[in-house]
């Protein structure tokens, strides 16, 4: 209950309104474990450098164009049409404008971005030690911020961070303008994640390209 039930109180009721939403997909063991091997063997191939310590790299943008990650494409798709249902848009011709690969070393972070002129965005997990294993979504509503008193206990209705865990299979899925940030690695061992994202075609092709 929201607000105490006085007695001049006839009823009372909390809405949440447009809420933002992360689909989070595990695949399972079997499937994925096969798949991983096959993309971190492309990924050699394609030149996976040996990163320094503190220090991030990422790939090329046209991962989803190799026939090693033809699976995961088609997760990425199928994914998307299930959010696209679930959110009744009508419209179900999309593609996928970018995939590439992030390697973030111990003590590497990534700072918090958007991916503009994408409708859906998502990362996918091949290597997550502890301390490696977390995304952070930030509150999309900017004017939310300008009063942020003190709380005494951070809950989903008053955080303007989300942290999520993740591990190796995992598949996220997201609005391209939530904006993400990845904490510094805290682990020896490297966090390796293949992003993408996903526009509608019509779009991609005629009116603007994605800008990452
Ligand atoms: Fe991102």
């Not at 989300?162 to 996220?172: M, P, W």
Request: proline letters at 8%; aromatic letters at 8%; glycine letters at 6%.
């Amino acid at each position: 209950m929201p607000i105490p039930n006085d007695p001049w109180l006839e009823s009372s009721d909390v809405t949440p309104m447009f809420p933002t939403l992360v689909w989070k997909l595990q695949l399972k063991a079997e499937f994925h474990q096969p798949m991983d091997e096959r993309i971190l063997a492309a990924l050699e191939k394609e030149g996976l450098p040996r990163v320094a310590a503190g220090k991030g790299w990422q790939s090329e943008q046209n991962l989803h164009q190799l026939g090693e990650f033809r699976d995961l494409v088609a997760c990425v798709e199928r994914g998307t049409r299930s959010v696209l249902r679930f959110l009744r848009i009508g419209c179900d011709a999309f593609e996928i404008t970018g995939c590439w690969a992030n390697v973030l070393t111990k003590g590497a972070s990534h700072r918090a971005h958007t991916h503009p002129n994408n409708f859906l965005s998502g990362a996918y997990y091949l290597c997550t030690p502890a301390g490696a294993d977390t995304i952070n979504f930030h509150d999309p509503r900017p004017q939310a911020g300008i009063i942020r008193p003190p709380v005494t206990a951070l809950t989903a209705e008053n955080t303007d961070q989300v942290v999520v865990r993740v591990k190796n299979g995992t598949l996220l899925l997201f609005p391209a303008y939530l904006q993400h940030s990845v904490d510094a690695n805290a682990s020896e061992e490297p966090r390796i994640s293949i992003s993408f994202n996903v526009m509608f075609s019509g779009f991609a092709e005629n009116l603007s390209k994605p800008l990452w």
